[in-house]
């Protein structure tokens, strides 16, 4: 069966860099569009970002756009979410999603920027 399972979150100080890692099995992950989202206690699933098959097409809320970088690695069957400079705002619950709604997501990963 599909499995998402994300990896990497933490305790990270403002400003800091955390890299997530959901890897991925059951289906064929080089031709899927891949997504990340992240929710706060109390609100709805948030959009963050998305990436095409090949990699070579990404697209990024507003939010994180120039701190977030999305990748894959095809091979390992694995996404990956780079975040640098981060802020108590993105202080949730991320998770990646191999559909535009999350419908097929993981468990979520914790991230906690605090000092």
């Known amino acids: 069966q599909v499995q998402l399972v994300e990896s990497g979150g933490g305790l990270v100080q403002p400003g800091g860099s955390l890299r997530l890692s959901c890897t991925t099995s059951?289906?064929?992950?080089?031709?899927?569009?891949m997504y990340w989202f992240r929710q706060v206690p109390g609100k709805g699933l948030e959009f963050i970002s998305r990436?095409?098959?090949?990699?070579?097409?990404?697209i990024y809320v507003d939010f994180v756009r120039g701190r977030f970088t999305i990748s894959r690695d095809n091979a390992k069957n694995t996404l990956y979410l780079q975040m640098n400079s981060l802020k108590s705002d993105d202080t949730a619950v991320y998770y990646c999603?191999?559909?535009?709604?999350?419908?097929?997501r993981g468990q979520g990963t914790q991230v906690t920027v605090s000092s």
């Open positions: 059951g289906f064929i992950f080089g031709t899927s569009w």
């Open positions: 990436i095409n098959p090949d990699g070579r097409s990404t």
């Open positions: 999603a191999k559909d535009p709604g999350a419908g097929t």
